[in-house]
């Protein structure tokens, strides 16, 4: 990745500068969006109409604040948020460790399944199993040989695909927009709670959010210089998906609104087969490419973002326990800490090489295979959302912790706004894991 990397150091000014170099953050939000939470979405809207829009909006308000957090700590620190986490102490880098390598064994075989199911509805031929499994080694493959930038082009061709598709058919299903207004309002219809802890915490992300300052680092973006590039392009990755979810649920409520659709149906393609029946077979087929742009930037997203994670977190597991006060260092000089992290620390040019790297990639892809023979997809996918909840709160009280000490530079500090933001986020995201428990298993 090395001669990818940005050449150009000085951070851009004006606003049509910054958006061009607008990338990480988009990338960040719409690897978060797999097919659970287009279920989860498409389920809501059939339940409850759009009268739960707001939670869609407060979801992506909250991922905003997240994403900015993880880009900030990066910008104003020289470090990477594995560095943080090593900095709070080896309980946050050991349950790290423990998490993403559960969390990878069961993804690896939701995201294949994902993939598998538009595959399998748009050629057939094979079975979702084995469509999965070609997605997987596929993904493995262009994962293995990419560079970043050319990752960062290929991956947004997707998302514009994805976006146009399903934006598309939003306005072709002609929504009333006096009740999409109306579905700004907060309200909690009876038995819709779970529904909107769901969509809140279905915009864009969980463990792959980790994943935005390893992808600024491959871009070039160092120093507080870039905190109002970083979040230009954060605040547009959630923007659009924010209203990609939101397309989701007006089509689900126009659609399916009244059928009795549970999150383990196979409900997407029920959602195609409506979409063929009533505006002809060109609007199924559109929906499915969306669908399939949908779960591949998932599945290429994660293999490459959540391998970075690992592979950095090898390296700071073996840092010695001084390593963690030239870190600390940062407090009144943060230069100084920068320069410590890059003479000892993350790589960026020799991460997509190194045997961590390649070895989680494989991790991701080989093992689950095994899982794909429950010919259950969606029930993984849930069981994925599981885990994705259990990280969100950790990543939120980290974020407060790091964000407010004197690692980070003083701009680079969390003001009110932040701090609000981050413990909202971290309190609604431990319900989310909590009443998802007990959903599902009290």
Known sequence: MASDIATTTTPPTGFGAR?????PGLLAAATGVGAGDLVATMVAGARFGTVLLWAAVLGAALKLALGEGVGRWNLASGATLLDGWRRLGYWATVFFGIYIVI????????????VGLPLNALFGGLSVRYWAMIAGVVGLV?????RYHVFEKFMTVLVLIKFVSVVSIAFLVSPDLGELANGLVPRLPEGSLIYVLGLIGGVGGTITMAAYGYWMIAKGWKGTGWLATMRLDNAIGYIM???FVIAMLIVGAEILLGQDLTESDT???TLGTELGARYGEWARILFLVGFLA????????????VSLLFTDWTRTIRLPHGAKARIGASADSPGAAAASVTSTGYQAAAAEKSLPFRAYLLWLTLPPMALLFFDRPFTLTLVYGVMGAAFMPFLGVTLILLLNSKLVT???RSGWLSNIMLTAA??????????DLVNRFG
């Open 294 to 305: 949908v779960t591949s930037t998932s599945l290429l997203g994660t293999w490459n973002g």
């Open 142 to 146: 262009l994962v293995w040989a990419q």
């Open 410 to 412: 003083p701009e680079g």
């Open 19 to 23: 958006v061009k170099q607008v990338g």
């Open 267 to 269: 409900g997407l393609l």
């Open 103 to 114: 969390w990878g064994f069961v993804y690896g075989a939701t995201a294949m399944s994902a």
């Open 241 to 243: 998906t924010a209203i």
């Open 426 to 435: 971290s309190a609604l995201f431990f319900v989310l894991l909590v009443m």
